[in-house]
């Protein structure tokens, strides 16, 4: 059911102002949340990309990335070591 969800051509055009980054952009993560399911650890953004609680996504074309959340724990300011 997500894969449906996440083709479907309504997804893909934002009507948000600014636009919501696109999915292959670098910032897909800051797109608005369309449907969020906390209990089952996925969320749907505006752009058709469906994002993990670990930060993994399955892209619009089916492509899955990785979890990014050691990486994206480690930029944040408070996490840096002086």
């Known amino acids: 059911m997500i894969e449906n969800m996440a083709t479907t051509p309504a997804l893909r055009s934002c009507s948000h102002t600014p ?14 949340v369309l449907s969020a399911h906390p209990e089952q650890g996925w969320s749907l953004l505006c752009n058709g990309v469906v994002v993990f609680e670990d930060f993994g996504e399955i892209l619009p074309d089916g492509h899955c990335t990785g979890s990014r959340h050691r990486d994206l724990a480690m930029a944040s300011p408070h996490r840096r070591s002086a």
């Open 19 to 32: 636009a919501c980054p696109s999915a292959d952009a670098l910032d897909r993560d800051a797109a608005h």
